[in-house]
């Protein structure tokens, strides 16, 4: 070893609440920090938080299970899980959809979509709009029978790409929700 950099601001994070599982997302919301690893959905709150090393005395299980995401959205805190769309209200998921296992999310803006978001899932990519404050699913596109873990939402085009490792690289036009496989 040449060098032992300790004020490093990079850190291995692996509390003993985590089992040792892998983590994939980190979001802060509410006063909190949000953690979707593969054993579930850990919170903890935010305030004083100098080093994350101690984190385990303060962290807080809220669900168990394989958490893949967990993003903020105006107003909302999504969970993207092996058994659907979740919502953090109060400190608990309420579902928004579990038709199947949910990667990722982002808010779609613009004139075709406002406030809508869209996800994707095992079999392909969802679209939610809000309805009197409640998500709603409003175009499913599922007949792409393509895992969805890559989802990006192209605001210059009104639309949205989504991408497969082996299945290639798809672009759906809000227009006319039609779907283009490249």
Known sequence: ISTLDLNNPVNWLNPV???GASGYAIAMANGNIYFATANGLYEMPDAGITSLKSADSKLRKIATGLS???V????RLLVGRDDGLFEV???RLAPVD???G???CQPVGGPVQ???IVAGNYRGVVMFNQQNGILAKSK??????TSARFVEYDSSTASIWMSHPYRGVYKILLKDFSIHKY
């Open 17 to 19: 609440s985590f089992n």
């Open 102 to 104: 949910y990667w990722i």
């Open 68 to 70: 893949w995401n967990v």
């Open 98 to 100: 579990q038709t199947t």
């Open 140 to 145: 499913d596109f599922s007949s792409i029978n």
């Open 89 to 91: 209200k109060g400190g």
């Open 72 to 75: 903020t959205m105006p107003g």
């Open 114 to 116: 406002p406030g809508g």
